[in-house]
């Protein structure tokens, strides 16, 4: 299978557009939406997991992820352009924001306009955890994975680590069959 | 304090922090303020909490709080040092994982790896929303704004990011200062993230 000849230029600007727009953090929500709906670089199920690996590796969720899309899409450069499209625009804005920060501390209605971005990539992330929902296809078991995740790990706030260590081999599991059929 | 010498210091604080930062960044705050502030002397207590405040408003991922102590340490070379201290030694491990990860693909137990991956990573994803919602101490509005912009998704999803995310901060903004009119909220979300 030879990857899709896709630029590392597009790489880096994709990356280089949600990171100067991350405000808050949750942005993976649209590199989910840019990635696997709208350019269709990358499957469903092969982002998702790498999602989850994203997630229970050290480091910045969002730096991890566009590694690992950077890399399936064009190994080692494509990840290198991903990481530096990510974080060239925040390095200069936070260093920018500090010589200002006294002036701009003062007007309220730019933090509340930061929060405002927050709340509104939330929805981001709750588009990709109903389409993932509905294409497991009232796979019950999928549901109550996201399910058991979710409340563990956001409500009750058990380690993260443990959680997956605990959940993943279950999920696995459930998932045998399909993955015997797909791989045919 | 703009100290050249200080650029390995930089390095060995960091590089541990970047390894530990197991569950994405905030889980290494608390760290680095008592490495920053009370073991190496780099920044005061007020100015720890100014950053913090400053990495939130920024763009980007909320660890590029690192970039700014390296900025106070040693300038440009030390926000880069910094940066790359906390960023490189996670990026390479996940890296190395995705190498090995896409290797193996196609395989009947790396498809259902797969299939069983996804929708931990999709819990986990929902989990951190409510982080998020912690940290920035959503109230009714948040959730509101929150809501809304996921049901305009689900109708519209074509409807642009940046659309979004422009519209939640005219709403944020346009309460702030028609109904409330009220100090900025970035203190109160230092606290609700050291409580």
């Given at each position: 299978m030879s990857p899709p000849p896709i630029s590392l230029l597009a790489i880096y600007g994709l990356f280089f557009r949600i990171g100067a727009f991350s405000f808050g953090g949750g942005l993976t929500g649209w590199v989910y939406r840019e990635v696997?709906?709208?350019?269709?670089?990358?499957?469903e199920e092969d982002f998702l997991s790498g999602l989850a690996l994203s997630q229970i590796t050290p480091g910045a969720n969002i730096a991890n992820i566009c590694i690992f899309v950077g890399n399936r899409l064009r190994g080692a450069s494509g990840a290198v352009s991903a990481l530096l499209g990510l974080l060239s625009a925040p390095f200069f804005a936070v260093i920018g924001l500090l010589s200002i920060y006294e002036t701009i501390q003062s007007i309220g209605w730019i933090n509340a306009a930061l929060d405002g971005t927050a709340a509104a990539a939330v929805g981001l992330l709750v588009l990709m955890a109903w389409r993932s929902g509905r294409r497991a296809g009232g796979k019950l078991s999928s549901a109550a994975i996201i399910f058991a995740t979710f409340i563990a790990v956001g409500v009750l706030r058990w380690p993260l680590v443990w959680v997956v260590l605990g959940l993943a081999p279950i999920s696995v599991a459930l998932a045998w069959p399909r993955g015997d059929k797909n791989a045919g | 304090m703009q100290d050249k010498d200080a650029i390995w210091p930089l390095i060995a604080v960091f590089v541990p922090f970047s390894l530990a930062s197991v569950g994405g960044g905030t889980s290494i705050f608390a760290g680095i303020q008592h490495q920053a502030v009370?073991?190496?002397?780099?920044?005061?207590s007020e100015q720890f909490v100014e950053m913090f405040a400053i990495s939130r408003a920024?763009?980007?991922?909320?660890?590029?709080l690192v970039t700014l102590i390296g900025w106070k340490v040693a300038g440009w070379i030390g926000a880069l040092t910094a940066t790359l201290a906390l960023f490189l030694p996670s990026s390479l491990l996940i890296f190395g994982i995705a190498r090995v990860w896409s290797r193996f693909r196609g395989r009947a137990w790396h498809t259902a790896l797969e299939y069983g991956l996804a929708p931990i990573g999709v819990g986990l994803t929902l989990a951190g929303v409510l982080a998020i919602a912690r940290i920035a101490g959503f109230g009714p509005l948040g959730w509101a704004v929150a809501g809304g912009s996921a049901v305009l998704l689900g109708f519209r999803?074509?409807?642009?990011p940046l659309l979004l995310l422009a519209g939640g901060a005219l709403i944020f903004a346009l309460w702030q200062t028609i109904v409330i009119g009220a100090p900025p909220t970035q203190m109160t979300a230092l606290w609700s993230f050291h409580g």
């Open positions: 696997v709906v709208a350019r269709q670089w990358m499957e | 009370d073991v190496q002397h780099w920044v005061t920024a763009p980007g991922p909320g660890s590029m999803p074509k409807t642009h």
